[in-house]
């Protein structure tokens, strides 16, 4: 069902350093900072030539990255993203295997403008799943 890995997103508190921090530091091809408001956060991709990293820092403190924070202060690994073929027909085999979706259940759109949705993390080894249509 998934196919390769999107992207690892890790959450800071502060973008524009972490972001510099990969650019002097490791020498990677880092993205401008994009505010994503109906996600509540601002986002950079770091690309890297099998996959992607994303920083993630709050819009505000109702967001879901601010209460990430937290509870990590230093930041740290928020979730992982796995393609798939298909959105819905992922999400209701998923669902008849009893993992749970966050929010309403349907697709919102994504940083990369391609619909995703968030599976619980206590059905995923601990771990937030994200799912990005290709």
Known sequence: MIGRLNHVAIAVR???KASELYRTT???AVSEIVPQHEHGVSTV??????????????LGADSPIAKFLDRNPEGGIHHICYEVDDIIAARDALKAKGARVLGDGQPKIGAHGKPVLFL????????????EQV
């Open 14 to 16: 502060d973008i524009a």
């Open 26 to 28: 490791l020498g990677a």
């Open 45 to 58: 991709f770091i690309t890297l030539p099998n996959t992607k990293i994303e920083l993630l820092e709050p």
């Open 120 to 131: 619980h993390p206590k059905d995923f080894l601990g771990t937030l799943v994200e799912l």
